[in-house]
């Protein structure tokens, strides 16, 4: 069930993705040949930033282990969840980005001078890595995800449901690598019109998921709270 609703998430946020990453698809270097050698370079590319993904997902699956193991999985989803509603809140009633932090100028300039290493190589190699650093591109949509992998269950689950993610922005983003062309405004904007859609639908699963109501797959009594029920009571 993660595995798809991550992939449906990816889907959804992709149109925020061809804003970000969308220039950058065009302007990567490739062979002049035929529809399916663009699909596969394309393929390849894209399939760089599953890997990044996939890796994050990783490293936040040993986060989610530990917050799980630790018996506080509903209250950081609850705070996830929350936070993400807030945030996004005031960003739309501000319309301008709350945080503009020092790192992320840094993070860029770094990721410049990588591309800037491999931009001109025209090898499959080079596609792949080239994929890989623009996986690590700060991105709203990306962190939506990531919040929602850490309560994933663990290692394979947090992996999992990030590689589906990625997979579940890969259609619209190959499509751009492929045709060369951003989709047109008009699409764009009444398909950007599901990103708040998906913003507030991860942020009142994840609290209704903290809430532990007992409702199958959306909000699920976690295993510690079931035995703690179960525990016998002493007089």
Same mark, same amino acid.
Request: aromatic content about 12%.
């Given at each position: ?23 950058? #698809?065009? #302007? ?9 050698? @663009?699909?596969?370079? =394309? ?12 890796? %994050? ?6 986060? =989610?282990? !530990?917050?799980?193991? !630790? ?23 501000? $319309? ?13 300039? $770094? *990721? ?12 499959? =190699?080079?596609?792949?890595?080239? &994929? ?8 709203? #949509? +990306?962190?939506?995800? @990531?919040?929602?992998?850490? *309560?994933? =269950? ?11 993610? &990625? ?31 998906? +913003? ?5 699963? *994840?609290? %209704?998921? &903290? %809430?532990? *109501? ?6 699920? +009594? ?14």
């Amino acid at each position: 069930m993660f595995i798809i609703s991550g992939f449906v998430l990816g889907i959804i946020t992709s149109m925020h993705c061809i804003g970000m990453c969308g220039p950058l #698809a065009l #302007a990567v270097p490739r062979t002049e040949g035929s529809k399916m050698r @663009l699909f596969f370079e =394309g393929f390849i590319f894209n399939f760089g930033r599953v890997i990044t993904y996939t890796l %994050m997902g990783l490293i936040l699956g040993g986060i =989610g282990m !530990a917050v799980s193991l !630790a018996g506080y999985q509903e209250i950081i989803s609850i705070i996830l969840g929350s936070s993400i509603l807030v945030i996004y809140f005031f960003a739309v009633v501000f $319309k301008k980005k709350l945080f503009k932090l020092n790192f992320t100028n840094k993070v860029y300039a $770094k *990721l410049q001078f990588w591309f800037g290493k491999f931009f001109n190589k025209q090898t499959k =190699g080079a596609l792949l890595i080239l &994929g890989i650093l623009n996986g690590l591109l700060p991105c709203g #949509a +990306v962190y939506i995800a @990531l919040a929602q992998s850490i *309560l994933a =269950g663990g290692l394979a689950q947090s992996s999992l449901f990030m590689a589906s993610f &990625g997979f579940g922005t890969m259609p619209l983003l190959l499509t751009v690598f492929v045709s060369r062309n951003i989709i047109p405004i008009a699409i764009r904007k009444k398909m950007t019109k599901l990103i708040p859609v998906a +913003v507030v639908l991860v942020g009142a699963l *994840l609290i %209704m998921r &903290g %809430m532990s *109501l007992g409702i199958p797959y959306i909000s699920p +009594v976690l295993p510690h709270q079931e035995q703690a029920s179960e525990a016998p009571c002493c007089h």
